[in-house]
């Protein structure tokens, strides 16, 4: 097992102390952002759209976001559009064209959470080990 080292490469007593000095709805939509990067298909439905890299149709990201429910996706790229880190552009068109597209601060986003999302791919082997290792256990 790896030794976690002594000092991390951030300082935890700087990021609380620039937290602390948020006003009361900068810290709210802190933890609520905090909770979309979370949230079960954000970072998935923003990653298909960044990958895509020009505007998608709500089809095509849901063929690409697996598994996901049509209202699910719906309830997501609202989110998303709200926070700014995706554009919805409608074309007046019979029907009606509806594209999606990464924003500069979406992508933002996406290239500093991906080294987390990498790291937890590359120690998935350690965390099925520790759930194995939990589930065999007696209670």
């Not at 602390?20 to 990067?37: F, H, K, P, Q």
Request: glycine share 4%.
């Amino acid at each position: 097992m790896k030794k976690i080292s002594p000092k991390p490469p951030f300082n935890w007593e700087h990021i609380k102390g620039f937290c602390e000095s948020l006003t009361d709805d900068e810290d709210s939509l802190t933890r609520e952002m905090v909770a979309c990067i979370a949230d079960k298909w954000s970072l998935w439905t923003m990653s298909v759209i960044a990958e895509y890299r020009r505007p998608m149709r709500f089809s095509r990201i849901m063929e690409n976001v697996a598994v996901i429910s049509q209202k699910s996706l719906t309830k997501t790229l609202r989110g998303l559009e709200r926070d700014g880190l995706i554009t919805r552009k409608v074309f007046a068109e019979v029907p009606p064209r509806v594209e999606y597209a990464i924003t500069p601060l979406g992508a933002e986003m996406l290239n500093n959470v991906a080294p987390l999302w990498l790291w937890v791919a590359k120690s998935v082997h350690r965390f099925q080990g520790a759930r194995a290792a939990f589930d065999g256990r007696s209670v």
